[in-house]
């Protein structure tokens, strides 16, 4: 299994500009979500899913869309990119929905808005 | 759902043990205190997850007091690969949008 699997690992955008942040996972995990990691911060939850063609809002989801359409997919999509979403961004997935299940992460994607 | 607090940062010399203590004051019934890892560059790695007294897997020990409002993460033995930051999170089984990375513990291993 490739596990969670994250591209691009590094983008960088002007102001205004938009761009999707694909994340895939092949475990068959329900649950998805979205999070961004800047610098002396922990991670911050944008959305998440807890299955195919069900979304919902995290702890900072403004400024960003998500979908999902297919158990193993659920894209990030950054409509007019600003400065302040320069960060890193993790997805991670499990089995369930229960905080207390395993979260495996991705690798990262490293945004710079300029 | 409680918040954690734990120290900024340690440092260790290799091949001492290290215990990283985790503050949860307000923890619930039904709560688990569970802990992440991660190294730089990469996404947060899942160590272990307890519920009260010691937990022990092959990377780890967690030892948790009987009134559950602390713990402590164990290290045996720590190599220059165990340099990484720490995250002690209190897990509810209602929701995993309820999980809360704080800042977490770095650790730096010194040769």
């Known amino acids: 299994n490739a596990g969670v699997t994250q591209t691009p690992k590094f983008q960088v955008l002007k102001t205004g500009q938009s761009m999707t942040l694909q994340c895939a996972q092949d475990m068959n995990h329900e649950y998805m979500s979205w999070y961004r990691q800047d610098p002396g911060m922990g991670l911050r939850l944008i959305h998440y899913?807890?299955?195919?063609?069900?979304?919902d809002q995290g702890e900072v989801p403004n400024g960003y869309n998500v979908s999902r359409s297919t158990t193993e997919d659920f894209p990030l999509r950054l409509l007019s990119a600003a400065p302040s979403q320069t960060s890193v961004y993790f997805c991670?997935?499990?089995?369930?929905?229960?905080?207390?299940?395993?979260?495996?992460f991705g690798p990262g994607t490293r945004l710079t808005v300029l | 759902l409680a918040k954690t607090t734990q120290p900024i940062s340690m440092d260790s010399y290799e091949g001492q043990e290290v215990n990283i203590t985790c503050s949860h004051n307000n923890i619930a019934t039904n709560d688990y205190i569970t802990w992440y890892q991660q190294f730089p560059s990469q996404g947060p790695r899942f160590i272990i997850q307890?519920?009260?007294t010691k937990v022990t897997n092959e990377v780890a020990s967690l030892f948790i007091p009987a009134d559950r409002k602390s713990s402590t993460l164990s290290l045996p033995r720590v190599s220059l690969s165990d340099t990484a930051v720490y995250y002690c999170?209190?897990?509810?089984?209602?929701?995993?949008?309820?999980?809360?990375f704080g800042t977490g513990t770095r650790l730096t291993v010194i040769p």
């Open positions: 991670a997935s499990s089995y369930g929905g229960s905080s207390t299940d395993t979260q495996y």
């Open positions: 307890g519920y009260k």
């Open positions: 899913s807890v299955g195919a063609g069900i979304t």
């Open positions: 999170l209190v897990a509810r089984e209602t929701g995993a949008n309820n999980l809360f």
